[in-house]
């Protein structure tokens, strides 16, 4: 197939997981023998920390204005055969008017953030990507959450088809490697700065750094505020290259994941640091949501604190054997279920399965 998307950033994995998240289905993808072509909006922020400029396994068109790369844009989806449109692609909803006036046979947007999407849908009824007026019209609606919330955008949104296509990780670029001394430390948390998950941060890795002092404890992602104070054995990094995001799981004895607010509400969003952490053998301390059990077995696979004194038990109490054994569990269960080349097959699933139900219906228009 020849695949167009429209994506927050590909080149650029600074202060988003949207770019890991493409790069591994497009690599994937391309793999199995598909063409893909990607539409990016230059942003100031992604054009100064851009860590992927020419990704192998894509075209890639980079702009300034939607109407400059409008003509571009019609030119490379009058011989494609699926175009997609991603949340928080800055120009969301002209790609989208553009697409579905489009004779492109299948039509999707892929939602990496379904929760929010949904939230701002139901309050304010559209996104700055996403108008109410597009859902009937996709043929297909990929959803990085799975869950209830796939029924809901049937049932009250008028999409035709919700599937999941969670996140999924490279196992080429994420695996476990030797241990480097600069990452290495009891506790890490990789992400970049959200309010809303900022109060779990501190309860489950500054209270335990202060716990601990003679511990070691790495906090890398972007935008945090200058006025937060972190413990004295907190080592910050303010972004870190996806090229070292292996060397940095493998170093750490336990690392951290805190979701999001509206995603532990929806429950069934596994991040994908979640992911690409345990395909690095890491051991994963992680806050608790609905569904996180159908992704990993509690306890055998991640270990889910309630408080602090939990994740300072698992630093002070549990030996170096059995926490490998829990980080190379989940990193089984990853590398079977959420590799990218199992998503890449799930992709096409869902496009034939939605080709089928185009046909019956184009059948009947023609008859």
Same mark, same amino acid.
């Given at each position: 197939?020849?695949?167009? #998307?429209?994506?927050?950033?590909?080149?650029?994995?600074? !202060?988003?997981?949207?770019?890991?998240?493409?790069?591994?289905?497009?690599n994937a993808?391309?793999?199995?023998?598909?063409? #893909? %072509?990607?539409? /990016?909006?230059?942003?100031?922020?992604?054009?100064?920390?851009?860590?992927?400029?020419?990704?192998?396994?894509?075209?890639?068109?980079?702009?300034?204005?939607?109407?400059?790369?409008?003509?571009?844009?019609?030119?490379?989806?009058?011989?494609?055969d699926i175009?997609?449109? &991603?949340?928080?692609?800055?120009?969301?909803?002209?790609?989208?008017?553009?697409?579905?006036?489009?004779?492109?046979?299948?039509?999707?947007?892929?939602?990496?953030?379904?929760?929010?999407?949904?939230?701002?849908?139901?309050?304010?009824?559209?996104?700055?990507?996403?108008?109410?007026?597009?859902?009937? /019209?996709?043929?297909?609606?990929?959803? $990085?959450? !799975? !869950?209830?919330?796939?029924r809901e955008? /049937?049932?009250?949104?008028?999409?035709?088809?919700?599937?999941?296509?969670?996140?999924?990780?490279?196992?080429? +670029?994420?695996?476990? %490697?030797?241990?480097?001394?600069?990452?290495?430390?009891?506790?890490?948390?990789?992400?970049?700065?959200?309010?809303?998950?900022?109060?779990?941060?501190?309860?489950?890795?500054?209270?335990?750094?202060?716990?601990?002092?003679?511990?070691?404890?790495?906090?890398? &992602?972007?935008?945090?505020?200058?006025?937060?104070?972190?413990?004295?054995?907190?080592?910050?990094?303010?972004?870190?290259?996806? +090229?070292?995001?292996?060397?940095?799981?493998?170093?750490?004895?336990?690392?951290?994941?805190?979701?999001? +607010?509206?995603?532990?509400?929806? &429950?069934?969003?596994?991040? %994908?640091?979640? $992911?690409?952490?345990?395909?690095?053998?890491?051991?994963?301390?992680?806050?608790?949501?609905?569904?996180?059990?159908?992704? $990993?077995?509690?306890?055998?696979?991640?270990?889910?604190?309630?408080?602090?004194?939990?994740?300072? +038990?698992?630093?002070?109490?549990?030996?170096?054997?059995?926490?490998?054994?829990?980080?190379?569990?989940?990193?089984?269960?990853?590398?079977?279920?959420?590799?990218?080349? %199992?998503?890449?097959? /799930?992709?096409?699933?869902?496009?034939?399965?939605?080709?089928?139900?185009?046909?019956?219906? #184009?059948?009947?228009?023609?008859?």
């Amino acid at each position: 197939m020849k695949i167009v #998307i429209f994506g927050l950033s590909i080149t650029s994995s600074w !202060g988003n997981g949207h770019a890991t998240t493409f790069r591994a289905l497009c690599n994937a993808l391309y793999d199995r023998g598909h063409r #893909i %072509v990607f539409f /990016e909006h230059n942003l100031e922020w992604y054009q100064n920390n851009r860590d992927l400029p020419e990704p192998p396994y894509c075209a890639t068109r980079i702009f300034e204005g939607w109407d400059e790369i409008l003509p571009v844009v019609r030119a490379e989806l009058k011989d494609s055969d699926i175009a997609i449109v &991603g949340s928080y692609f800055p120009d969301g909803v002209a790609a989208l008017d553009e697409v579905l006036d489009s004779n492109v046979p299948l039509k999707a947007f892929y939602d990496i953030d379904t929760p929010i999407t949904i939230a701002n849908l139901q309050k304010q009824g559209k996104t700055e990507y996403l108008l109410p007026r597009h859902l009937p /019209e996709l043929d297909i609606y990929f959803s $990085f959450t !799975g !869950g209830p919330m796939l029924r809901e955008l /049937e049932n009250k949104f008028d999409v035709s088809f919700a599937v999941p296509l969670y996140c999924s990780v490279d196992p080429h +670029r994420y695996r476990e %490697v030797p241990s480097n001394s600069t990452f290495e430390c009891d506790l890490s948390y990789m992400g970049t700065y959200a309010p809303d998950r900022q109060p779990k941060i501190v309860e489950l890795l500054c209270k335990p750094a202060q716990q601990l002092s003679h511990k070691k404890f790495i906090v890398s &992602g972007p935008q945090y505020p200058k006025s937060l104070t972190w413990p004295g054995n907190v080592e910050r990094i303010e972004h870190l290259n996806p +090229r070292r995001h292996a060397e940095f799981y493998s170093s750490s004895r336990l690392t951290l994941n805190v979701t999001r +607010r509206d995603m532990v509400m929806a &429950g069934f969003s596994p991040s %994908v640091r979640l $992911f690409e952490a345990a395909a690095c053998a890491a051991t994963i301390v992680s806050d608790n949501w609905p569904g996180l059990d159908t992704f $990993f077995v509690p306890g055998t696979e991640v270990l889910l604190p309630v408080s602090s004194d939990d994740v300072v +038990r698992y630093i002070s109490g549990y030996d170096a054997s059995e926490l490998r054994r829990i980080g190379r569990a989940a990193q089984a269960r990853v590398l079977a279920r959420h590799a990218s080349y %199992v998503r890449a097959q /799930e992709f096409e699933q869902a496009v034939e399965t939605a080709g089928r139900k185009m046909r019956p219906a #184009i059948l009947t228009a023609e008859t």
